[in-house]
């Protein structure tokens, strides 16, 4: 297997654009790392995607490092998908999440890659460099059958590897998919507003490793196995470049959605709720863990709740929207609420979604569009001056829940006023 080399100078340019800033952006993430260890796991991320893009670099400015890189590629590209669901995990849960011995056989099939690699080390370096750095297999006619077959079996289960790569990170796209949707549904019942916290740059993200590891994969077989790609083919230094940018800026960006959950001082980073005591603080932590559970689960575990309590509270959350206008405050969340109509935030959200069939977000958003329309229909204010006055905090979000609730742009419905 030869080196994969770009000749060409913007290839050149654009590796050393992509390594710059995996660089600089590694260094941020270890720095946050010390608090948060789902930084640990996207510089770890990084690093993989730097060792398989790096040898037009080493080619130029480290030769005798070329054979190295090459040699963990293999458990690089395995390393990347694993590394980068763990990440995701540490942004979705609902506990400060922490590397442990349940994410072990995640990297099974990375392990197994060094496992090659270690193999290929004991090679004879002559045998070594010619099979990597030169890609001649000329040089397996003058050693032992024992060691042909070896290097046979390594370059078969290598092959066989790099091909599996688009089934393993499939697996993980898949994962990472799903484990979105849920904590989407979840942030739902805590917050009237969540644009920040939902992620949803990961979902171009996911695209772009897909296509990146494919074109990927694609240019290594079609390189060794069918012939060179000429110098000016750059389709995959820019896809990459663009890749890497793009999870370094919004991977910086990028908090824990339930960050409220899960600092170790019991300090509640919802901003309704930094005003209570601790030890409220700490008796609200476990009603909202129920409340993330019954999403999970689909229903609310051993309540309590009977139709006349959920009746009374139902009356209780209307009077706290059209009489209090809770919904005007564009950071209001479940506790919050919980905390202005004295009811416990397991039994608002289990009423909001089994009695008025509405989970937190709606419901309150239901109100703030009720109140948009009155003043699209009234007053002469932009469309953005309205989601700002009842409670939105984006324009996109505003113009998403207004569609939902009404079947009709803000700018639709005040043309038929």
Request: glycine share 6%; with cysteine; hydrophobic share 50%.
């Amino acid at each position: 297997m030869g080196l994969v080399l770009a000749d060409h100078p913007w290839a050149y340019f654009l590796t050393c654009c992509s390594l710059a800033v995996i660089a600089f952006s590694v260094h941020l993430l270890l720095l946050r790392a010390r608090q948060q260890q789902l930084y640990l796991a996207l510089a770890g991320c990084l690093v993989a995607v730097a060792l398989l893009i790096c040898q037009p670099v080493l080619a130029v400015l480290a030769p005798d490092l070329r054979v190295a890189a090459l040699l963990l590629a293999l458990p690089a590209m395995y390393l990347i998908p694993p590394l980068f669901w763990c990440y995701v995990k540490g942004i979705t849960s609902s506990v400060r999440w922490q590397f442990s011995r349940a994410e072990a056989p995640h990297f099974a099939l990375a392990a197994l890659g060094f496992g090659i690699v270690l193999l290929t080390l004991c090679l004879p370096a002559d045998v070594r460099y010619a099979l990597i750095a030169e890609g001649r297999d000329d040089v397996l006619q003058d050693v032992s059958a024992s060691l042909r077959y070896l290097v046979y079996g390594l370059a078969i289960t290598s092959f066989l590897l790099v091909i599996s790569w688009v089934l393993h990170a499939g697996f993980y796209m898949h994962a990472v998919f799903r484990r979105l949707h849920l904590y989407r549904a979840q942030l739902r019942e805590l917050f009237a507003s969540n644009d920040a916290e939902e992620a949803r740059w990961i979902n171009g993200v996911l695209l772009a490793v897909g296509a990146a590891g494919s074109l990927f994969a694609g240019v290594l077989l079609y390189d060794n196995l069918i012939a060179s790609l000429p110098a000016g083919f750059l389709a995959k230094d820019v896809l990459v470049f663009l890749l890497i940018w793009s999870v370094a800026l919004w991977g910086l960006r990028q908090k824990p959605g339930f960050a409220a959950l899960t600092q170790p001082d019991g300090a509640l980073l919802f901003t309704a709720q930094q005003h209570l005591p601790r030890a409220e603080q700490q008796e609200l932590q476990p009603e909202l863990q129920e409340v993330l559970q019954a999403v999970t689960d689909g229903k609310y575990q051993r309540s309590a709740l009977g139709a006349e309590q959920a009746a009374s509270i139902a009356n209780k959350l209307q009077q706290a929207m059209e009489q209090d206008q809770l919904y005007l405050d564009a950071a209001l969340s479940l506790p919050k609420l919980a905390r202005h109509i004295g009811c416990s935030a397991n039994y608002i959200s289990q009423t909001l979604n089994e009695t008025l069939g509405l989970n937190f977000f709606d419901y309150v958003n239901r109100y703030r569009v009720q109140a948009a329309a009155a003043q699209l229909r009234n007053t002469d204010l932009s469309v953005l001056d309205i989601a700002m006055n009842v409670g939105f905090n984006a324009k996109s979000s505003f113009y998403t829940a207004f569609k939902k609730e009404l079947q009709q742009t803000p700018s639709q419905y005040r043309a038929g006023r």
